[in-house]
């Protein structure tokens, strides 16, 4: 199946269905586009484990991988993006047409996608497990969490998570817009903590010494251009990368302190937020699956499985 636009070790990934075996505790995902082949190689990982989180939090691309994970698909999500990242029904001028954005959800949640096992929407949807999805409201130009079992629109609240800023149209939630939640949390687990859970582990999608660089604030004219209806919003984009490497520093001395547990890139992270070279896609998967394996027994420490 192997051919230019696809990745040439897919036949080698894991594939496969979780067992329902659930662990108490809360996983949180952050965002980055592409930069999530790294996460569903962690989750997948995590599922061949039979680490399967009670409560699932995810950000942007966080939020669509973790959708395939509280599903128990192992490798679908992944499969996705390294089978179908040229096709412009999934990234491209057809998604646009069909989504007003840059990726296609409709063909990422069809139920007849060659090489794709459909989505298991009711094993997604089982009351003993939770996911929260975070979309940034652009009225408040603040983050929301859509839940399952409380929101009726949680498909919707995922693609709204994940519409990148910029390049793609508002998604309207119950008569209210929403854009990619890393606009407003790019690592969310804050909610978590806020919520008293023993257990957090975290996956980032950069290493744990990466930080964006800050730009004055007078350079950001185009967010308050772009976004001039909703200038709450064009000031959280203006603040995002300065708060993100607030968080990546609170999240250094959580780790130190063994109150959150973090599974991140053991070596930089090189590629673009829609990058097209599938043999970089399939490596960072790679570098996912075996940073998380590389972890398992501190992992399972810190989760009291062992």
């Given at each position: 199946m192997?051919n230019?636009?696809?990745?040439?070790g897919?036949?080698?990934?894991?594939?496969?269905?979780?067992?329902?075996?659930?662990?108490?505790?809360?996983?949180?995902?952050?965002?980055?586009?592409f930069?999530?082949?790294?996460?569903e190689?962690?989750?997948?990982?995590?599922m061949?484990?039979?680490?399967n989180?009670?409560t699932?939090?995810?950000?942007s691309?966080g939020a669509?991988?973790?959708?395939?994970y509280?599903s128990?698909q192992?490798?679908?999500?992944?499969?996705?993006n390294?089978?179908?990242?040229?096709?412009?029904?999934?990234?491209?001028?057809?998604?646009?047409?069909n989504?007003?954005?840059?990726?296609?959800?409709?063909?990422?949640?069809?139920?007849?996608v060659?090489g794709?096992?459909?989505?298991?929407?009711?094993r997604?949807?089982?009351?003993?497990r939770?996911?929260?999805?975070?979309?940034?409201n652009?009225?408040?130009?603040k983050?929301?969490?859509?839940e399952?079992?409380?929101?009726?629109?949680?498909?919707?609240?995922?693609?709204?998570?994940a519409?990148?800023?910029?390049?793609?149209?508002?998604?309207?939630?119950?008569g209210?817009?929403?854009?990619?939640?890393?606009?407003?949390v790019?690592?969310?687990?804050?909610w978590?903590?806020?919520?008293?859970?023993?257990?957090?582990?975290?996956?980032?999608?950069?290493?744990r010494?990466?930080?964006?660089?800050?730009?004055?604030?007078?350079?950001?004219?185009?967010?308050?251009?772009?976004?001039?209806?909703?200038?709450?919003?064009?000031?959280?984009?203006?603040?995002?990368?300065?708060?993100y490497?607030?968080?990546?520093?609170e999240?250094?001395?959580l780790?130190?302190?063994g109150?959150?547990?973090v599974?991140?890139?053991?070596?930089?992270?090189?590629?673009?937020?829609?990058?097209?070279?599938?043999?970089?896609?399939?490596?960072?998967?790679?570098?996912?699956?075996?940073?998380?394996?590389n972890?398992?027994?501190?992992?399972?420490?810190?989760?009291?499985?062992?």
């Amino acid at each position: 199946m192997f051919n230019d636009t696809t990745y040439s070790g897919l036949e080698s990934m894991p594939k496969g269905r979780a067992r329902c075996w659930i662990v108490p505790g809360c996983l949180a995902l952050e965002g980055g586009a592409f930069r999530g082949m790294y996460t569903e190689g962690v989750l997948d990982a995590l599922m061949e484990a039979d680490i399967n989180l009670q409560t699932t939090i995810g950000v942007s691309a966080g939020a669509l991988s973790g959708m395939s994970y509280v599903s128990g698909q192992i490798g679908r999500a992944a499969r996705m993006n390294l089978l179908y990242r040229h096709d412009s029904r999934y990234v491209g001028l057809t998604a646009m047409k069909n989504n007003h954005g840059v990726i296609g959800f409709d063909f990422m949640f069809g139920d007849d996608v060659p090489g794709i096992d459909p989505f298991d929407e009711e094993r997604f949807l089982r009351p003993e497990r939770r996911f929260i999805a975070v979309a940034s409201n652009l009225t408040t130009g603040k983050p929301e969490y859509f839940e399952t079992g409380r929101s009726d629109q949680i498909v919707l609240a995922a693609q709204a998570s994940a519409s990148m800023p910029y390049l793609s149209e508002p998604v309207m939630i119950d008569g209210v817009p929403y854009l990619d939640g890393g606009c407003t949390v790019k690592i969310p687990y804050q909610w978590a903590l806020d919520r008293e859970f023993r257990k957090v582990v975290v996956v980032r999608t950069r290493p744990r010494d990466f930080r964006k660089e800050v730009t004055p604030r007078k350079s950001h004219a185009a967010a308050h251009t772009v976004y001039r209806n909703y200038p709450e919003f064009a000031d959280a984009l203006e603040k995002s990368s300065e708060n993100y490497n607030k968080q990546c520093e609170e999240l250094l001395e959580l780790e130190k302190s063994g109150r959150i547990f973090v599974i991140a890139p053991s070596r930089p992270v090189e590629i673009s937020r829609l990058e097209g070279d599938m043999e970089k896609l399939g490596a960072l998967y790679d570098m996912g699956y075996l940073d998380a394996r590389n972890s398992m027994d501190e992992l399972k420490k810190y989760l009291e499985l062992v």
